[in-house]
């Protein structure tokens, strides 16, 4: 069976691997679609710090249901469109103690801690499998990022009397902002690319800033009053990113940082302690793939229009060196794994 690894840094490439084996518990999912994340760029570029190369990425899935075990329930049937839950908990570590699964000290995300779904069929657990009836493949291959991005905003204890200061409006920044949105809170969007701060105006962000046009910290100054924002959801990785989230957030504030850097952030700690924040770290998504599913079934958002560009199989490979070399433009990227 067909695969694509990240063989080393920059270089990406076909493999065979072996056909998986279905366990009573698990459903046989024919993969359709593969949604690169950032994290996947960044093994591409060889800093991704939970990444040993080789490894095959990939855990943005759609695909369908083409065989069941023989104890996974009849609500789940072979020919259902399907997404996957692509992290694993321990159940015993503090946080699973606690309830928050998704950022068990023992996780292993398909594609990050071992190998992904850039294949041709999976078998997954399916506990882990969520199916609609009205989505698209390419629709469900979007979920688990907004799912991310969605965690974020409830991190951060997002309420109708924030102003939250997004920064970076990709795929999980956009479904940081659906959530925020929906909670009620005033969004500032901030990003470089104008077509991405495009899509954050027909997500529902009120305001939008090219921080390579306009002094950013000038522009959240003026739509807040002076005080900064109530929360920052840091969505880019960078450590500019990082230390803006810090500067612009108003006192007594929260940040939620989802994005990560290999490098450096150098963060300004005066200011952590100065205005008393509140930092919450975000990983993954913690029950809420349903809701991100219901928001598609309603069509609250053009949630396409967060597709980039689609790349066939065979031109995986062409995917990731794209995506390197035009970073800021791109929002997603999906490889269509029948083409």
Known sequence: MKAFAIKEK????????????????????????????????????????FVTLPRIPGHEISGIIVDKGSEVPDTIKTGDYATVEPYTNCGVCPSCRQGRVNCCQF??????????????????????????????????????????????????????????????????????????????????????????????????????INSLKEDPKEAVMRYTNNEGASVAIEAAGTPITFNLALELVAFAGRVVTIGYSKNETGIKTQLIVSKELNIFGSRNALRVFPSVISMFERKEKPFTDMITKVFSFDQTPEAFKYWNENPGTV?????????
């Open 10 to 49: 920059g270089v990406v490439d076909a493999i065979e691997v072996a056909e998986p084996k279905m366990g009573a518990g698990d459903v046989l999912l024919e993969v359709y679609f593969i949604g690169l994340c950032g994290s996947d760029l960044n093994s591409y570029r060889g800093l991704m710090p």
């Open 107 to 208: 996780n292993q995300t398909l594609g990050v801690q071992r190998e992904g779904a850039l294949t041709q069929r999976i078998a997954v657990p399916f506990q882990k499998v969520f199916i609609s009836k009205k989505l698209s493949l390419h629709e469900l291959a979007l979920v688990e990022p907004l799912s991310v991005g969605y965690h974020g905003a409830n991190r951060g204890n997002v309420s109708e009397t924030d102003t939250v200061l997004l920064l970076g409006c990709g795929t999980i920044g956009m479904g940081a902002l659906c959530a925020t949105v929906r909670k009620g809170a005033t969004v500032i969007a901030l990003d470089i690319d104008d077509a991405k701060l495009e899509v954050a105006k027909k997500f529902g962000a009120t305001y939008t």
């Open 331 to 339: 929002s997603k990227i999906l490889i269509d794994v029948k083409n």
